[in-house]
C-alpha cells in the first residue's frame, strides 16, 4: 500500500508508548486488501502476542450488525421502518416529563432519534457493557420507567436504542438475538467467529483499560474515566454469562477479518446481505438537521455516523464516508468514493476507540502523518 510506512509508523509508534496494548488493523480498497498488520500483545502477562484472528469483545461495533440485521428484516416485511415499538414490546411505554407517551418507532431507535439515552438514575438497568441476569423485559421495564430524554424524534442523543432494537427483533423472530443475526447478516457473510459467544477462549484477547504509564488488565467490574471524567463500567466477563440479554447495542464478540467483511459488504452495495436501496439508505444521512454538538460536521446514518463536512469534523475522508467504534478499543469507517473499508481493532479501551490512536491510523490512510509523531 502506498501508505503503508506511515501506517507501520503510527502503530509502532502507539504501541512503544504504550498508548495500547495489541491491535489489528486492515485496509482495503476496491476490494482488496492493501495493508495488514498485527501489533503488540492479546494477553501482555503472558507475552502472548496478538494475531489476525484474535477475537475481540466488540461493544458498539455490535450496533451495526444488529442494525442490518433489522434492516433485512424490514426489506423481508418482517419488521417496519416505522412501526411502534410497543407494538413488539407492549411493555416498552416509557413517557415524557409530562406524562405523555409517545410513540416510538423503529426508525428513531436505528437513528437515536427515541428519546433514549445511556445515563440512567436506575443502578439496576443493563447498557450493555456492565455484567446482568436480567432478560430483555426484566432490562427494558425498568428504563421504560424512567422518563424520555425528549420528544422522540426531535433530537440525536447516543443510547440503548440499539439494545431495544435487538429486544424487537429477537421477539419478531422468536429467536434469540444471536440467531436473528446468524440469519440475516453473521451466516451469510461467513463471519464465522461474530456473535455473542466466544468460538474459541484461546483466541480471546484480553482487554485492557486506559492507565499510566500503561493500559491495565481489566478486572470485573473496572471502570475506565474518560476525558470527560465520565465513568464507563466493563464486564469482560459478561459474555459468558448465559442470563444476561443479548445486547444488541454492545454485546457481541468477532475478529477483525469478520468485520471487514461487513464493511465491503456495505461499500460494495449490500449483496447478500440487504439491496443496494437499502444500502445506499442506510449509508445516508437519516437525521436531518438535528443538532450533534458532539460531532461537528458529522450527521446519522442507520448504521453509523455519516461525514457532512470533513473540514468542521477535522477529517481527511470523504464526505459520505462512514464510521463508528467500540468503546473496548475499536474505530470502523467506510469511505465508497475512495472505495475504502477499514477495521482498526484493539483490546484497549478508551484508547482504541475515541483515542488519538485511530484518528493518527485513519490519517495515515490517507498520506497525512501526525502532527507530533513522538507525541
Known amino acids: 500500500m502506498q501508505h503503508g510506512s506511515l501506517l507501520d509508523h503510527v502503530i509502532d509508534s502507539a504501541i512503544a508508548r504504550r498508548k495500547i496494548v495489541g491491535t489489528v488493523v486492515l485496509v482495503a480498497r476496491?476490494?482488496?486488501v492493501v495493508y495488514r498488520r498485527t501489533a503488540g500483545f492479546a494477553d501482555r502477562e503472558a507475552g502472548k502476542p496478538i494475531a489476525e484472528n484474535t477475537i475481540f469483545r466488540l461493544a458498539s461495533?455490535?450496533?451495526p450488525i444488529v442494525a442490518a440485521t433489522a434492516l433485512a428484516m424490514i426489506e423481508r416485511g418482517r419488521l417496519g421502518l416505522d412501526d411502534v415499538v410497543a407494538g413488539h414490546l407492549p411493555?416498552?411505554?416509557p413517557k415524557l416529563p409530562d406524562g405523555r407517551q409517545p410513540a416510538i418507532t423503529v426508525r428513531q431507535l436505528l437513528t437515536h432519534t427515541a428519546g433514549l439515552g445511556y445515563a440512567y438514575s436506575d443502578p439496576a438497568i443493563s447498557t450493555g457493557l456492565g455484567n446482568t441476569d436480567f432478560d430483555f423485559e426484566a432490562n427494558f421495564t425498568r428504563v421504560a420507567a424512567l422518563p424520555l430524554f425528549y420528544e422522540p424524534g426531535t433530537a440525536w442523543q447516543y443510547s440503548v436504542a440499539i439494545d431495544v432494537l435487538g429486544a424487537v427483533i429477537a421477539k419478531v423472530e422468536g429467536t434469540t438475538l444471536g440467531e436473528a443475526?446468524?440469519?440475516?447478516?453473521?451466516g451469510p457473510l461467513g463471519m464465522a467467529d461474530t456473535?455473542?459467544?466466544?468460538?474459541?477462549?484461546s483466541r480471546l484477547a484480553v482487554p485492557y483499560g486506559d492507565a499510566q504509564p500503561e493500559p491495565e488488565r481489566m478486572g470485573d467490574p473496572h471502570v475506565v474515566v474518560d476525558a470527560n471524567e465520565g465513568r464507563?463500567?466493563?464486564s469482560p466477563s459478561r459474555i459468558f454469562n448465559p442470563r444476561a440479554f443479548q445486547s444488541g447495542g454492545a454485546g457481541m464478540v468477532g475478529t477483525a477479518a469478520d468485520i471487514l467483511e461487513f464493511l465491503e459488504a456495505l461499500r460494495r452495495g449490500g449483496d447478500p446481505i440487504l439491496s443496494a436501496e437499502t444500502t445506499a439508505m442506510a449509508m445516508r444521512?437519516?437525521?436531518g438537521d438535528l443538532p450533534r454538538a458532539d460531532s461537528p460536521g458529522m450527521r446519522f446514518g442507520f448504521l453509523g455516523a455519516v461525514l457532512d463536512d470533513p473540514a468542521a469534523a477535522g477529517w481527511t475522508s470523504a464526505p459520505g464516508t462512514v464510521n463508528w467504534g467500540g468503546v473496548y478499543g475499536h474505530s470502523w469507517f467506510i469511505d465508497?468514493?475512495?472505495g475504502l473499508s477499514v477495521a482498526i481493532m484493539s483490546n484497549t479501551a478508551l484508547e482504541g476507540c475515541t483515542g488519538q490512536f485511530p484518528a493518527d491510523v485513519r490519517n495515515a490512510v490517507y498520506g497525512v502523518a501526525p502532527a507530533d509523531p513522538d507525541r
Open 91 to 93: 411493555y416498552f411505554t
Open 232 to 234: 464507563k463500567l466493563f
Open 285 to 287: 444521512n437519516q437525521i
Open 30 to 32: 476496491s476490494g482488496e
Open 336 to 338: 465508497p468514493a475512495n
Open 181 to 186: 443475526a446468524a440469519r440475516y447478516v453473521t
Open 61 to 63: 461495533v455490535t450496533k
Open 195 to 201: 456473535g455473542f459467544a466466544v468460538t474459541d477462549l
